[in-house]
């Protein structure tokens, strides 16, 4: 029996419901980046990176390509990083919201 569409996606929002996976797709928006210079700006250990990079292939978001001894992920396709900009609007307008709610609360008192 297939899966419902609105359990697909809630499966796939849970998958992208982890800060390392979402800043390893904000990295690779820059373009492809090899394993050490991910590791690098992530300051995490190695075994970690590799679990969240193995998430990400296994949903189809990052590709992997080995150029001699390095390995280098790039996004899978523009979507990804069209849906990080649209997340980046969202989270955008809620702050403004917020600030605005909290500067009618500061007014009121």
């Known amino acids: 029996m297939p899966v419902p569409l609105h359990q697909a996606k809630a499966e796939f929002f849970r998958m992208?419901?982890?800060?390392?996976?979402?800043?390893?797709?904000?990295l690779?928006?820059?373009?492809?980046?090899p394993v050490r210079d991910l590791l690098a700006a992530l300051d995490i250990e190695p075994s970690n990176l590799s679990q969240q990079l193995a998430q990400l292939r296994r949903y189809?978001?990052?590709?992997?390509?080995?150029?001699?001894?390095?390995?280098?992920?790039?996004?899978?396709?523009?979507?990804?990083?069209?849906?990080l900009r649209a997340?980046?609007?969202?989270?955008?307008?809620?702050?403004?919201?917020?600030?605005?709610l909290l500067a009618e609360l500061r007014a009121a008192d």
């Open 60 to 83: 189809g978001l990052v590709t992997a390509t080995r150029e001699g001894s390095t390995v280098v992920y790039a996004l899978a396709g523009a979507d990804v990083a069209e849906l």
């Open 87 to 100: 997340a980046r609007r969202i989270l955008t307008e809620l702050i403004a919201d917020q600030g605005t």
């Open 28 to 33: 690779l928006q820059s373009g492809p980046t």
């Open 16 to 26: 992208l419901g982890h800060p390392v996976r979402i800043r390893v797709l904000e």
